[in-house]
């Protein structure tokens, strides 16, 4: 189980935007922890810090006790990517291949390129791919296209993929805002249970409040690159997470009504 430690993590991108000012976070292993904020307010920057697709510009991160800033090998860098199981918006699947093919491409950076092409991909391999499919609920679409799917179906499938990664860590950038309030449950159902039984700790960024009360185990609330809001959620006001959706100028009206106890 990986955990993450975040001292006075600050990113500043080339043109000058501060998109996180010095954070301080400890995220505990196992711990399923949702992000939330409004457009802008740096989720997703801190997403591609701490998934080492972004540098950080000032601070210390560490992740699963790997300093990504730190990293001088590739295969260090990959080893470390491999350890964290990414779900996004959109399923990135192949289109022209199929199901059960693009679920082996998991199995990529554990597995050579041609040990995980289909027609000559080992029984072991197959049989693990099969499991993973599974376990989402789509062994029996294996042979079909991945464009024959429906968005939920594609998630799933992205899922096994990502199962076949055996991460340490499962993060996801808005999983659900492409699908129907339905298949966006059954997905959110589908990783939290994934992370329960593999004991793997979970950050979700979502838009959605309800979701996140009903999911997270802890929310933690960005606003203009800084931590607003970090509460386990039996703590958490619904009048609290309104406020991250609110402009300084309408804070600092709520605050002069009264309505909005800050730093509480
Ligand atoms: N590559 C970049 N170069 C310069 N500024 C950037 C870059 N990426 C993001 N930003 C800026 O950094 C700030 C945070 O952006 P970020 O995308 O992290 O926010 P977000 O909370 O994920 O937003 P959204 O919910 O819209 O995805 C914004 O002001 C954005 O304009």
Redesign the pocket.
């Known amino acids: 189980m990986f955990s993450v430690t975040m001292s006075e993590v600050t990113?500043v991108?080339?043109?000058g935007?501060e998109?996180?000012k010095a954070l301080d976070l400890n995220i505990g292993p196992g711990e399923h922890v949702v992000i939330l904020?409004?457009?802008?307010?740096?989720?997703?920057?801190?997403?591609?810090c701490m998934t080492d697709f972004e540098n950080i510009t000032g601070g210390y991160l560490e992740i699963g006790g790997k300093v990504p800033a730190s990293f001088k090998k590739r295969k260090e860098r990959s080893t470390f990517r491999r350890n964290i199981g990414l779900v996004f918006q959109h399923y990135h699947l192949t289109h022209n291949l199929s199901v059960l093919q693009n679920v082996l491409f998991g199995a990529l950076g554990r597995q050579p390129f041609r040990k995980v092409c289909a027609p000559i991909a080992s029984s072991t391999l197959r049989l693990e791919a099969m499991n993973a499919l599974e376990r989402v609920g789509m062994e029996s679409v294996a042979g079909n296209g991945a464009d024959e799917l429906s968005g939920g179906q594609k998630q799933r499938v992205a899922i096994a993929r990502m199962i076949m990664q055996r991460p340490r860590m499962i993060m996801a950038d808005?999983p659900i805002a492409s699908l129907d309030p339905k298949a966006g449950k059954e997905i959110m159902d589908l990783l939290v249970s994934i992370c329960r039984e593999n004991q793997l700790t979970f950050i979700s960024?979502l838009?959605q409040m309800d979701i996140a009360l009903e999911y997270g185990e802890r929310i933690i609330g960005?606003n203009q690159?800084e931590v607003l809001i970090d509460k386990g959620v039996p703590h958490i006001q619904r009048s609290e997470l309104q406020k991250l959706y609110m402009s300084p100028k309408e804070q600092k009206a709520k605050w002069n009504e009264g309505l909005v106890e800050y730093g509480v």
């Not at 904020?37 to 591609?48: A, D, E, V």
Request: hydrophobic content about 25%; cysteine-free.
């Open positions: 990113k991108y080339p043109n935007t998109a996180l904020g409004h457009n802008g307010s740096g989720k997703s920057t801190l997403f591609r808005e960024i838009h960005l690159g």
